[in-house]
């Protein structure tokens, strides 16, 4: 994992916001008493554990947790990839569903049940969480569709509320692809100049008067994965939903129409998540073409 770079003057503005918003971040710090708020045992936000929402019930895709990616189960695949980041003290599967607690405790991975009353996935990692013996600073939400996530990815995410004080949630873009700009599956991002997030939607952001995709634009796509502050987590499951969240389905959006910061990172990464079932034969030839079994 990389951030991205280009000779072009479009992509050489987003790498600017990505250095600008790190170095922000830690003047924000310095200015509010880092020394006495980071320096006290240099461990600020260092407990860190990795969770993995999964549902049986999809109204996309029924059971996509346990559908077989290349002989593995889909959840399987995602909880091999998280074991490889370095910034995980733990992992630990959250689910509603004993088809799919049964598979995951089949490979060794350890288990909460949480109740079907959770709203999404942010929801059902809160929960997991308050049932975990050990406490925790950070809780990275690993989407259970991405069988390909980058262990990196995870880092950099984790490292990024790390070094970012008052921000409270950080996730992770990478650049969205032309064909894909009008597709409602794959989420765009809009940042400023600092790497905090301004919005996200399933419609085209930034939308200009022509009304078509500009390919010369640096549009952004979001990824699944997202950290928080523990404290934090357990705020969100408390708040309202609010109307963007809800006209978008976007759950992130709850966290910025609250005022909140979200810090964002921009990656190198070919996203391929799995949304619907068509979506499998097109990760299995990925994998087939990258010789990963």
């Given amino acids: 994992m990389s951030v991205c770079s280009s000779s072009s003057s479009s992509s050489s503005s987003q790498k600017t916001w990505i250095v600008h918003g790190i170095l922000a971040g830690a003047a924000i710090a310095a200015a509010i008493g880092a020394s006495a708020y980071l320096g006290r045992s240099r461990k600020f936000r260092s407990r860190v554990v990795g969770i993995i929402p999964a549902r049986y019930a999809s109204s996309r895709f029924e059971g996509k947790p346990l559908v077989q990616i290349l002989g593995k189960p889909m959840i399987q695949r995602t909880w091999e990839r998280s074991k490889l980041a370095t910034t995980l003290d733990h992992i630990v599967v959250a689910t509603d569903d004993e088809r799919?607690?049964?598979?995951?405790?089949?490979?060794?991975?350890?288990?909460?049940m949480t109740?079907?009353?959770?709203?999404?996935?942010?929801?059902?990692?809160?929960?997991?969480?308050?049932?975990?013996e050990k406490k925790y600073d950070?809780?990275?939400?690993?989407?259970?569709?991405?069988?390909l996530i980058e262990p990196e990815i995870i880092d950099g995410v984790v490292k990024a509320l790390q070094v970012t004080p008052d921000a409270v949630f950080s996730t992770a873009v990478t650049s969205l692809k032309p064909e894909d700009g009008l597709d409602p599956n794959r989420v765009k991002c809009v940042v400023d100049n600092r790497g905090y997030a301004i919005y996200f939607s399933r419609g085209l952001i930034p939308y200009n008067k022509?009304?078509?995709?500009?390919?010369?634009?640096?549009?952004?796509?979001?990824?699944?994965?997202?950290?928080?502050?523990?404290?934090?987590?357990?705020?969100?499951?408390?708040?309202?939903?609010t109307?963007?969240?809800?006209?978008?389905?976007?759950?992130?959006?709850?966290?910025?129409?609250?005022?909140?910061?979200?810090?964002?990172?921009?990656?190198d990464h070919e996203a391929h998540g799995v949304d619907t079932p068509d979506d499998v034969e097109k990760i299995e030839s990925l994998m087939r073409e990258r010789n990963l079994s």
Avoid: W
Avoid at 117 to 132: I, V
């Fill in 138 to 147: 950070v809780v990275v939400n690993i989407q259970g569709d991405e069988p």
């Fill in 210 to 241: 022509s009304g078509k995709v500009n390919p010369d634009f640096p549009y952004m796509l979001h990824l699944g994965i997202q950290s928080f502050d523990s404290k934090f987590l357990k705020v969100y499951s408390e708040l309202q939903p």
């Fill in 115 to 132: 109740s079907e009353s959770c709203r999404n996935g942010t929801e059902r990692c809160n929960e997991a969480l308050e049932k975990l």
């Fill in 243 to 267: 109307p963007l969240q809800q006209e978008e389905d976007l759950e992130q959006l709850k966290v910025l129409e609250n005022g909140y910061k979200m810090k964002v990172i921009k990656v």
């Fill in 100 to 112: 799919i607690a049964e598979c995951c405790r089949g490979f060794g991975a350890d288990v909460i």
